[in-house]
């Protein structure tokens, strides 16, 4: 009897010493102010705590072990010099609701402060551009998909517009999310920006608008990482374009130079006047 005893404690050490990794995709919200991540877990033989730890190569990917048997859990971001949960303290700065881990599913892709979706360790979430495009009825969920990248970094999709201006969101899982922005207020995105901001969950998912300066393709890119979306504008006609769409124009090289002369004024390649 007391060999089968010893067994069973033996087992039941094995069962509580193995373990399994999850992964925690955070965003620059998470990791601003040299920040630490945690997580707490349950419902096993005991619970647990884990500091997460940097995986290499990436730069928003964070991973920690927790008992094989937890399945249940929850996200903390802390003050940087914490090396334990400080629960109850001015030092625990965010944490997510309680999560249960899924089927099949071990990382959790946060989307803003405290929501997120669960996915496969390197997978990627469907991610679209919603918005008041012509020909689409409805701003329905995931209308124009982004098409994910081979190096999987990121994703995008590209719209042939008209000048004007047109609202939008961005899709992701379920989830809608807006450009940062105050008030209701519209932020705008057009081509004096530098083409890149930053798009958090904000405001139940508020419009933000593209101000499109001309017909052309302009192309949306969503970063997963730091969850970035970069609008590329198509190019603007060039000085001389500009100036021969505008009237009957004249070329001419002199002293080696081409210079383009219209309506008895002379201008340079770059579009200035030649006295």
Known sequence: MKKIYSLFVALMAVSALSAKTVYLQANEDWKSFGAVFFVHSWGGVSDADAK???VEGEDFLFSAEIPDDNNNLLFVRAQGESESIPWETEN???????????????????VGWTEGTWLAHGERPAVSIVGNFAGDESWGSGA??????????????????????????????GFYLSLNGEGETLFGL????????????????RNFALTADQAGDYTFTWTFASQNLVVSFPELP??????????KSVKRIVDGQLIIIRDGKTFN?????VK
């Open 269 to 273: 390649v770059l579009g200035a006047e």
């Open 52 to 54: 997460l730890a940097a």
């Open 238 to 247: 060039s000085a001389v374009e500009n100036i021969q769409a505008e009237g």
């Open 190 to 205: 057009h081509r004096d920006w530098d083409h890149a901001d930053n798009v958090n969950i904000v405001n139940e998912g």
């Open 92 to 110: 625990l700065w965010t944490k997510t609701g309680d999560l249960e881990l899924q089927e099949g599913k071990d990382c959790y892709y946060l």
């Open 144 to 173: 124009h998909p982004m098409t994910v990248a081979e190096d999987k970094a990121s994703a995008s999709v590209t719209f042939a517009l008209e000048a004007g201006t047109y609202e939008m969101k961005v899709w992701l899982e």
